[in-house]
């Protein structure tokens, strides 16, 4: 239990039972309450079932906005309609939350606003500021994703029209300025990963000694590591989006060179496109002979997907975490991903190779060794594998971590809220 319990006014995405962002969130929730903490949280949706593990917590209240988006309306009915009408609606419900959170704050006073996975913070009370510290937790920022959009640029146009992308770019350098002058209200940024707080120093100029790098929990129960023979052939798995920045070109460069250079493997590609991107058509281009593409499958199907693989491979040119390489670690499954991967920071290198990105003969080499080490002793890399993931991602672990920076700075003082937004 936390030396003081504080006072919580949580906002972001509503909790998930499964994983993803939502799934963040409800391990986050869970945590921070079982070490004493009471959160309200305020969330921008007009109500949706909330988990079990999270119902009856009575160190938890939920209230509710008024966002109400649906498929299959005249919003939707193209994905930059979704992605556009998805971003208006979700910030107006934002916007009226404003009211609620004072509201809460003058019955019973909030020790700190706790803004979860966006940096925009239009729910964030101004008149608060200067009395309430706000901790920022993003899980993105629109300046590194505006930066991968515009680097493969020649690659985004062989699959969308030029007004679609002026019309996401243009979106993304709105977000960015609005991100760059919001992130300065925070009294402390709660980083993903070193890299991750590496880019939002440089590019947002946010005090490094402001923030605090806690990387993602993952709910270690969801996994299961049991050792196992390679699959014949050894099976490597590639999930997550298929859009801009994911490495994609990258993966198909490898699965071809794996074929030239004979090596028995099967790439499997498990994922669907963003509202934003559709890297889609470049999975034309993979060979047959090493590679797959088999298409979105449900979050609750990702554990089964992950336990049929040998090796994760995470190729991306910008990614703040990356959960798939926990929840591969957790389910006792090696890795190879970038250097721009937050999640294999600190990790163990015999199970968590890190390669430079769009290096493609490194990948190859690197999936080549771990391959290596699965078939020489598939019990021992397994058990490395799942050691690391309790060691750094368990949520208990995190909640403690993010605790301990909280109670810092409610120890601190009052005085340090605003203090930032005041220059």
């Not at 925009?120 to 899980?139: D, F, K, N, S």
């Not at 990963?193 to 709910?219: I, L």
């Not at 199907?301 to 991306?316: C, K, M, N, W, Y």
Request: glycine share 8%; charged share 20%.
């Amino acid at each position: 239990m936390p030396t003081r319990s504080l006072h919580i006014a949580w906002l972001g995405p509503a909790p998930s039972a499964d994983g993803g962002v939502p799934g963040v969130a409800c391990d986050l929730l869970e945590g921070l309450t079982a070490l004493g903490h009471r959160i309200d949280c305020f969330f921008p949706s007009s109500g949706q079932p909330i988990p079990e593990r999270l119902q009856g917590n009575e160190r938890i209240s939920f209230n509710w906005g008024t966002a109400n988006w649906n498929w299959d309306t005249w919003y939707s009915r193209t994905r930059i309609m979704a992605f556009v009408s998805g971003l208006v609606v979700r910030g107006l419900a934002t916007v009226r939350l404003r009211r609620q959170i004072v509201s809460g704050h003058e019955r019973d006073p909030y020790d700190l606003i706790y803004q979860f996975s966006t940096i925009e913070g239009l729910a964030v009370p101004r008149r608060m500021l200067h009395t309430v510290p706000l901790v920022i937790h993003p899980e993105t920022h629109a300046a590194g994703e505006l930066r991968s959009l515009i680097a493969e640029r020649g690659l985004a146009l062989r699959f969308q029209s030029r007004a679609r992308f002026a019309t996401i770019a243009a979106i993304m350098a709105v977000r960015a300025a609005v991100q760059r002058l919001r992130i300065h209200d925070a009294s402390l940024l709660i980083c993903i990963s070193s890299v991750f707080r590496d880019h939002m120093v440089r590019d947002y100029r946010f005090p490094a000694r402001s923030t605090a790098v806690v990387p993602n929990p993952v709910r270690i129960a969801r996994f299961e590591a049991s050792p196992k023979p390679l699959s014949d052939p050894p099976c490597v798995l590639v999930l997550g989006r298929i859009a801009a920045r994911k490495g994609l070109e990258d993966v198909v460069a490898v699965a071809r060179l794996l074929r030239d250079q004979g090596t028995p493997v099967k790439i499997r590609i498990v994922g669907g496109p963003s509202l934003s991107s559709d890297y889609t058509g470049l999975l034309g281009d993979l060979p047959p002979e090493t590679a797959e593409y088999v298409g979105p499958v449900p979050a609750s199907e990702v554990p089964r997907e992950i336990d049929g693989s040998d090796v994760l491979l995470q190729a991306s040119h910008y990614e703040p975490f990356a959960l798939t390489v926990a929840e591969a670690l957790a389910s006792g499954v090696p890795v190879v991903a970038t250097t721009e991967v937050g999640a294999v920071e600190g990790v163990d290198r015999y199970v968590a190779a890190a390669v430079p990105p769009g290096d493609v003969g490194a990948m190859a080499r690197a999936i080549t060794d771990m391959i290596a080490h699965v078939r020489q002793d598939p019990s021992e890399t397994s058990s490395r594998a799942r050691a690391e993931a309790e060691r750094l991602f368990a949520a208990d672990v995190v909640c403690q971590e993010i605790s301990s920076a909280l109670a810092d700075l409610a120890a601190s003082g009052v005085e340090t809220a605003g203090r930032l937004s005041a220059t």
